[in-house]
């Protein structure tokens, strides 16, 4: 089985400063991994995503992530956050035996102007 | 392109009442599936289906009972709802390529008084 957790619960900054949200995979097989945003009264809506190949995944928004196996991490970064970011974010993984997403316990972004 | 939708988008019920979400989904996917959302504790996978004609049990099942009769419809039902079923519920629907992500309706929020 997988799990993932996420180390923030809450992440507060400023406009236009750098950010980095932090996630953690346990896993015994080969994972996909995933970074979704949910904005006020919304669904989830993906982000990015890893599935192999170059670590470093480019995403919507301006938004990257960098895969690192000897580490199981998947963190999520921006370097210039914007107002309009402010979000939860949920980190999730799958695998190639089974196709069941798990989800960390999302991070609260907050922008502050 | 309607994607995934849940109806309806808000409910409030009685104790002890019974009720049906209707989750419909038009890309043609084989997995489907049915979360909650609550604070601070990330999305907790109700119940799945990996094809027409099948159920199966994620982590927070009790409760909750599922059909899958048509490929593109996934129904979760409350048969007796407790106040502890008050939450924000999501179905999301997935292909069977490994490397796709989960796509997520708007939402269903329950109230239970």
């Known amino acids: 089985a997988q799990s993932v957790t996420q180390l923030d619960s809450q992440v507060p900054v400023f406009e236009e400063a750098p950010v980095e949200l932090r996630c953690n995979y346990s896993?015994?097989?080969?994972?996909?991994l995933f970074w979704y945003v949910q904005y006020p009264n919304q669904g989830l809506q993906l982000l990015l995503k890893?599935?192999?190949?170059?670590?470093l995944v480019k995403g919507i928004n301006g938004f990257e992530a960098e895969f690192n196996k000897s580490q199981t991490s998947f963190h999520l970064r921006k370097p210039s956050v914007h107002i309009s970011d402010t979000a939860e974010y949920f980190c999730a993984v799958t695998s190639n035996t089974g196709n069941q997403f798990y989800f960390g316990t999302g991070t609260s972004l907050t922008v502050i102007p | 392109n309607a994607g995934v939708t849940q109806t309806p988008k808000f409910r409030v019920l009685k104790t002890g009442q019974s009720m049906t979400l209707l989750c419909a989904q038009d890309?043609?996917?084989?997995?489907m599936y049915w979360y909650r959302q609550d604070p601070g504790m990330g999305l907790r996978l109700i119940h799945y289906s990996v094809g027409e004609g099948t159920t199966a049990k994620g982590e927070v099942p009790d409760g909750y009972n599922v059909s899958r009769l048509k490929k593109q419809n996934f129904l979760l039902g409350l048969e007796s709802a407790a106040p502890s079923q008050t939450s924000v519920y999501f179905c999301?629907?997935?292909?069977?390529?490994?490397?796709?992500?989960?796509?997520f309706g708007q939402g269903t929020r329950l109230t239970v008084v």
């Open positions: 896993s015994s097989v080969s994972v996909y």
């Open positions: 890309m043609n996917h084989e997995y």
């Open positions: 999301a629907s997935s292909s069977t390529e490994y490397n796709t992500e989960a796509f």
């Open positions: 890893y599935l192999s190949g170059s670590t």
